[in-house]
T-cell receptor
Framework: NAGVTQTPKFQVLKTGQSMTLQCAQD?????MYWYRQDPGMGLRLIYY???????DKGEVPNGYNVSRLNKREFSLRLESAAPSQTSVYFC????????????FGSGTQLSVL | TQLLEQSPQFLSIQEGENLTVYCNSS?????LQWYRQEPGEGPVLLVT?????EVKKLKRLTFQFGDARKDSSLHITAAQPGDTGLYLC?????????FGKGTSLLVTP
């Protein structure tokens, strides 16, 4: 049972480049989330999807877009990367929205030069 | 907006010592979760507390939820090097979990 799988594990971009972070879960969970983790800032919610077909902004959505492709997959896109987006990105899923236990992927370390 | 404040931010102790980590807020939460994160990995849930005043034990870890459901603490007895990691508390805001900044714990032999 793989749980939550994120790709890639590491990525280096130049300012202005675009990329998509992929996330898939095999637990039949309804809700999926994207967080970023920065030193001294903790985990901050970027976007979430309460169920297939819906997406909503979290605390820090600017500069990002998301797609809930199907129940399993939730991708995060940076259209024009900026150095401020250098961070570790985590995808997570839960059975339902709200206070359910979160299952996290192992993260994507992104550097924007 | 950071609703949850964790203290201390860093903690370095020797094996066998006891420690307490605090998670405080001005907001009331329906439940509060504690996660542990190891380097290069995502956070993993340790426990969920739901009822005000609730105490849960997980081996040498004791978790307490405040009576008013605004704060929580994690106490580790006789810490071991395997307890090293980042401890995060998280409260439900209705649509997602809101995390504290974490307490980084280092336990040396």
């Amino acid at each position: 049972n793989a749980g939550v799988t994120q790709t890639p594990k590491f990525q280096v971009l130049k300012t202005g480049q675009s990329m998509t972070l992929q996330c898939a879960q095999d637990m039949n969970h309804n809700s999926m989330y994207w967080y970023r983790q920065d030193p001294g800032m903790g985990l901050r919610l970027i976007y979430y999807s309460a169920s297939e077909g819906t997406t909503d902004k979290g605390e820090v959505p600017n500069g990002y877009n998301v797609s809930r492709l199907n129940k399993r997959e939730f991708s995060l896109r940076l259209e024009s990367a900026a150095p401020s987006q250098t961070s570790v990105y985590f995808c997570a899923s839960s059975g339902r929205q709200g206070n359910e236990k979160l299952f996290f992927g192992s993260g994507t370390q992104l550097s924007v030069l | 907006t950071q609703l949850l404040e964790q203290s201390p931010q860093f903690l370095s102790i020797q094996e066998g010592e006891n420690l307490t980590v605090y998670c405080n807020s001005s907001s009331v939460f329906s439940s509060l979760q504690w996660y542990r994160q190891e380097p290069g990995e995502g956070p993993v849930l340790l426990v969920t507390v739901v009822t005000g005043g609730e105490v849960k034990k997980l081996k040498r870890l004791t978790f307490q939820f405040g009576d008013a459901r605004k704060d929580s603490s994690l106490h580790i007895t006789a810490a071991q090097p395997g307890d090293t990691g980042l401890y995060l508390c998280a409260g439900a805001t209705g649509y997602a979990l809101n995390f504290g900044k974490g307490t980084s714990l280092l336990v040396t032999p």
